[in-house]
């Protein structure tokens, strides 16, 4: 019925309030939210589901693959937890949509805003070479971004040395709020993948601050000495950075 309803008014969210929390997970706590092809997967596999989910679930999947792009299912007994839902990064309940929330592709012109907005605090800080809207505009195509529900999570850049064989990867920055949670190391491999599918035998990498990251995922100690050519002119004595390098 709630289902029908969203679709014929053609709603662009459709909310179950439940009596349980959620889709729960293989875990103790539930998924915060799934695609419609991975809320497939749970209602094919998981044992035991509350009676609830197993009659919502499909319901949600319903819309979602007949033009709703969100369908939350949330705990009617938890207080605020529509408005925790709505306007919270992680909500409380199960958010299904027709596609993942996160999308790791290159970037467009129309990204330069939201990258510009992820990098200037690094760059305030002196942990990212300062790049102008300008400059940004003219090398956004060597840009790959991570974008979660919208908002531009984290870039990285390749700049080819097609010379040496190499590529260097740049301005690589995940977002504060989104830390931890892998985006960084996605970007990393997604930039080797490239770089080796474009012919690159080396990817390089200057850093004041995160050696150990890079050093953890491969990468070595190098010098200014071993950069290419027309990077080692440009190379900033002062800022010290350090040089590691990884093959491919
Ligand atoms: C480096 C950076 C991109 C990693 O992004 P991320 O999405 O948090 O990375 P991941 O989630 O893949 O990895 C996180 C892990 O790296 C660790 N880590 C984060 N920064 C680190 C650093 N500077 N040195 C060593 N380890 C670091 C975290 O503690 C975490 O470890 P854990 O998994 O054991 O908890 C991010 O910290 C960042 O944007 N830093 C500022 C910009 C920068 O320094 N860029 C590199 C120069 S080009």
Redesign the pocket.
């Known amino acids: 019925m709630g289902t029908q309803a969203a679709l014929e008014l053609a709603a662009d969210k459709l909310i179950f309030l439940m009596n349980t929390e959620g889709v729960p997970d293989k875990g103790r706590t539930i998924h915060n939210a799934l695609t419609v092809n991975e809320a497939r997967q749970v209602l094919d596999k998981a044992k035991k589901l509350p009676e609830d989910v197993t009659y919502y679930l499909p319901c949600a999947i319903t819309a979602c693959t007949q033009g709703v792009k969100r369908a939350h299912l949330i705990s009617r007994h938890r207080d605020g937890a529509l408005l925790s839902e709505l306007f919270t990064r992680e909500g409380v309940g199960t958010l299904i949509t027709p596609a993942p929330l996160e999308t790791l592709r290159p970037a467009t012109i129309d990204d330069v805003g939201g990258i510009l907005g992820l990098i200037e605090p690094?760059e305030r800080e002196g942990?990212?070479v300062r790049r102008s809207r300008e400059l940004l505009e003219m090398e956004v195509e060597r840009f790959l971004v991570l974008e979660s529900d919208g908002v531009i999570a984290?870039c990285?850049a390749l700049y080819p040395f097609p010379e040496e064989q190499a590529a260097e990867?740049?301005?690589?920055?995940?977002?504060?709020e989104?830390?931890?949670?892998?985006?960084?190391?996605?970007?990393?491999a997604e930039a080797e993948k490239r770089g080796k599918k474009a012919g690159f035998k080396k990817l390089f990498?200057?850093?004041?601050?995160?050696?150990?990251?890079?050093e953890?995922r491969g990468f070595v100690d190098s010098s200014p000495d071993h950069l290419p050519k027309s990077k080692q002119a440009l190379y900033n004595y002062k800022r010290k950075s350090k040089v590691l390098q990884k093959s491919l």
């Not at 990867?169 to 504060?176: D, F, I, P």
């Not at 989104?178 to 990393?188: A, M, P, S, T, V």
């Not at 990498?205 to 890079?214: A, K, N, P, Y």
């Open positions: 690094l942990i990212l984290g990285a990867l740049a301005c690589m920055a995940v977002s504060q989104f830390r931890g949670r892998g985006f960084g190391e996605r970007l990393l990498v200057l850093t004041t601050r995160t050696e150990h990251w890079f953890e």
